[in-house]
């Protein structure tokens, strides 16, 4: 069956020329409004011909670090530094951002396992639904800018993933390293099929994914990674003018070639990691202690390494519960083919 158009409206127009501010418009219609829309902001900066580069945040509400560069750059970019057209929108997920929280607080939607979408489903397939149909296919590379979020803090590297198409993975690794992060690394996603990640690669299009922090907030730090990579990626696919900037030390290629790399909890309790992200990891050594919160007295029960690597991302909150991801352990390769 083929699917009806979706009810998302752009109040921008793609193919003009110029510096437009405006929003994707999803009709709503609850107790607080009853003919309503969720006002999803984009800007689009278009100069005469040349490639389209889609630059998303808040894809998860409470990744900070990527909303926060593209509200930046979105106030910044003119028409006159850039060949082609820059669609930002700094907050895929609107309704996720506004309530502070990685899914929507219409609906509870987790945007980034609601893809492909569906016109006629919740708010957040909606959402995917239009970006999957409508934004993807205007585009020729994409940047998802992730982070933790409230529960996660991970090393920042730029992200692509294991491709059927040869030359479409390599573009998109290329693409990944030049975000010029101090890491960068081949993924391995515990639950693919419904994510935005997908839906663009399916469509033959370049597709990059970072980490960048976590914790619920942003840094200094973390930002300057972000906006630097932002402007690094515009100027690696051609939209913007300038030498990609690398970090001052030398690039780490990081892979995740399985789930064992992920570490879950199997109690629940007081988290104790035993190393800070990046440090390196020896298989078996302990790198967690989760301490029973009932009662004083107990040893802890002890994580330990199952390869070795470095620590690239943990859990961030000091309370675990039973399968929360503690810490995801990387491995350190020679380069990135
Ligand atoms: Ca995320």
């Given at each position: 069956?083929?699917k009806?158009?979706s009810?998302?409206?752009?109040?921008?127009?793609?193919?003009?020329?110029?510096?437009?501010?405006?929003?994707?418009?999803?009709?709503?219609?609850?107790?607080?409004?009853?003919?309503?829309?969720?006002?999803?902001?984009?800007?689009?900066?278009?100069?005469?011909?040349?490639?389209?580069?889609?630059?998303?945040?808040?894809?998860?509400?409470?990744?900070?670090?990527?909303?926060?560069?593209?509200?930046?750059?979105?106030?910044?970019?003119?028409?006159?530094?850039?060949?082609?057209?820059?669609?930002?929108?700094?907050?895929?997920?609107?309704?996720?951002?506004?309530?502070?929280?990685?899914?929507?607080?219409?609906?509870?939607?987790?945007?980034?396992?609601?893809?492909p979408g569906d016109p006629?489903g919740?708010?957040?397939e909606k959402i995917a639904d239009y970006?999957t149909r409508?934004?993807?296919?205007?585009?020729?590379?994409?940047?998802?800018?992730?982070?933790?979020?409230?529960?996660?803090?991970?090393?920042?590297?730029?992200?692509?993933?294991?491709?059927?198409?040869?030359?479409?993975?390599?573009?998109?690794?290329?693409?990944?390293?030049?975000?010029?992060?101090?890491?960068?690394?081949?993924?391995?996603?515990?639950?693919?099929?419904?994510?935005?990640?997908?839906?663009?690669?399916?469509?033959?299009?370049?597709?990059?994914?970072?980490?960048?922090?976590?914790?619920?907030?942003?840094?200094?730090?973390?930002?300057?990674?972000?906006?630097?990579?932002?402007?690094?990626?515009?100027?690696?696919?051609?939209?913007?003018?300038?030498?990609?900037?690398?970090?001052?030390?030398?690039?780490?290629?990081?892979?995740?070639?399985?789930?064992?790399?992920?570490?879950?909890?199997?109690?629940?309790?007081?988290?104790?990691?035993?190393?800070?992200?990046?440090?390196?990891?020896?298989?078996?050594?302990?790198?967690?202690?989760?301490?029973?919160?009932?009662?004083?007295?107990?040893?802890?029960?002890?994580?330990?390494?199952?390869?070795?690597?470095?620590?690239?991302?943990?859990?961030?909150?000091?309370?675990?519960?039973?399968?929360?991801?503690?810490?995801?352990?990387?491995?350190?390769?020679?380069?990135?083919?």
């Amino acid at each position: 069956m083929t699917k009806r158009p979706s009810p998302i409206s752009a109040t921008v127009d793609f193919d003009a020329d110029g510096v437009q501010h405006g929003f994707l418009k999803l009709p709503i219609s609850n107790d607080e409004s009853a003919w309503g829309a969720v006002m999803i902001p984009i800007t689009v900066v278009k100069n005469g011909e040349g490639p389209t580069a889609l630059l998303t945040g808040g894809n998860h509400g409470d990744e900070y670090e990527g909303i926060t560069a593209l509200m930046k750059l979105a106030s910044t970019l003119e028409a006159t530094d850039v060949t082609g057209r820059v669609i930002i929108v700094p907050m895929m997920n609107t309704p996720a951002v506004m309530a502070g929280k990685r899914t929507s607080g219409l609906d509870g939607g987790n945007l980034n396992r609601s893809f492909p979408g569906d016109p006629d489903g919740s708010v957040t397939e909606k959402i995917a639904d239009y970006f999957t149909r409508v934004m993807v296919p205007m585009s020729d590379v994409v940047l998802d800018l992730h982070s933790g979020g409230r529960t996660l803090d991970i090393i920042p590297f730029g992200a692509s993933h294991v491709l059927e198409d040869a030359d479409q993975q390599r573009q998109a690794l290329e693409g990944a390293k030049a975000f010029g992060a101090p890491y960068a690394m081949m993924m391995f996603e515990l639950d693919a099929e419904a994510l935005f990640d997908t839906a663009v690669e399916r469509q033959g299009k370049i597709f990059v994914a970072t980490e960048l922090g976590g914790g619920g907030t942003s840094t200094p730090e973390s930002l300057a990674i972000t906006e630097r990579g932002v402007r690094n990626f515009l100027i690696h696919y051609g939209l913007i003018e300038g030498r990609v900037e690398m970090p001052a030390e030398p690039q780490v290629y990081l892979d995740m070639p399985d789930a064992s790399c992920y570490v879950q909890s199997e109690h629940s309790g007081l988290l104790e990691l035993t190393l800070a992200l990046g440090e390196p990891v020896e298989r078996g050594q302990v790198i967690a202690r989760v301490y029973d919160m009932t009662r004083s007295g107990t040893p802890p029960v002890e994580y330990r390494a199952e390869r070795s690597g470095i620590l690239a991302a943990r859990r961030f909150p000091a309370q675990v519960n039973m399968g929360d991801t503690i810490a995801v352990i990387a491995e350190v390769v020679e380069s990135l083919a």
